[in-house]
């Protein structure tokens, strides 16, 4: 199972672009790397999902290197309600969840 | 649409008593998954159902038994429950297939004295 590393935490003022980067080295051919954020009292709730280069939606993108060792979550001018802990997760999951680990993520505190 | 429901919210057992935490999603996942995650940390796999009729142990496992009671309904039982097993437990769903991503309930919050 291929293991992620993220910074414990993060603090970053409103209205500024963060982003949060992942590392994992023993990243195998088939995973793919998703990220998912979390609030506190409430499940995990995703966010992007991607295989390399780079992955848009309307909430964040996701940068991954050609070689795919790490990977970095951007979220555009965070406002206070993106306060939360945002997991990296990388694992082949063609067959469902069950190869994929959770690390411990990496608490953002969204400062006025 | 109220995606993965779980029961109950919050509970206090004393040691050696048993319990079932309740899991419902109603999105026509194929997998289910159970979750325990500790202050701190991240989420730790006790069981999963790939499809209706099956279960397998995750990462652990140990005092807790699961029943997949049909497609919507995973369940997961605490036979006699243990201060180590206080914790927030979380359920999951998922189709098998690829680039599908798992949804969450909102976890049962579990103290055990």
């Known amino acids: 199972l291929a293991k992620t590393t993220q910074p414990i935490s993060m603090d970053s003022y409103e209205g500024q672009e963060v982003n949060l980067t992942c590392s994992h080295n023993n990243i195998a051919t088939n995973d793919y790397i998703t990220w998912y954020q979390q609030f506190p009292s409430q499940g995990p709730r995703f966010i992007i999902q991607?295989?390399?280069t780079k992955v848009t939606n309307e909430v964040a993108s996701l940068f991954i290197p050609a070689d795919r060792k790490s990977s970095t979550l951007s979220l555009p001018r965070v406002s206070l309600s993106d306060t939360a802990v945002y997991y990296c997760?990388?694992?082949?999951?063609?067959?469902?969840?069950?190869?994929?680990?959770f690390g411990t993520g990496t608490k953002l505190q969204v400062i006025p | 649409n109220a995606g993965v429901t779980q029961t109950p919210k919050f509970q206090v057992l004393k040691t050696g008593q048993s319990m079932t935490l309740q899991c419902a999603q109603d999105?026509?996942?194929?997998?289910m998954y159970w979750y325990r995650q500790d202050p701190g940390m991240g989420l730790r796999l006790i069981y999963y159902?790939?499809?209706?009729?099956?279960?397998d142990k995750g990462e652990v496992p140990n005092g807790y038994n699961v029943s997949r009671l049909n497609k919507r309904e995973f369940s997961l039982r605490l036979e006699s429950a243990a201060p180590s097993q206080t914790s927030v437990y979380f359920c999951a769903s998922s189709f098998p297939e690829g680039n599908q991503p798992q949804h969450f309930g909102d976890g049962t919050r579990l103290s055990i004295l």
């Open positions: 997760l990388v694992g082949d999951h063609s067959g469902g969840y069950q190869k994929v680990t």
């Open positions: 999105m026509n996942h194929n997998s």
């Open positions: 991607g295989y390399k």
């Open positions: 159902s790939a499809s209706e009729g099956t279960t």
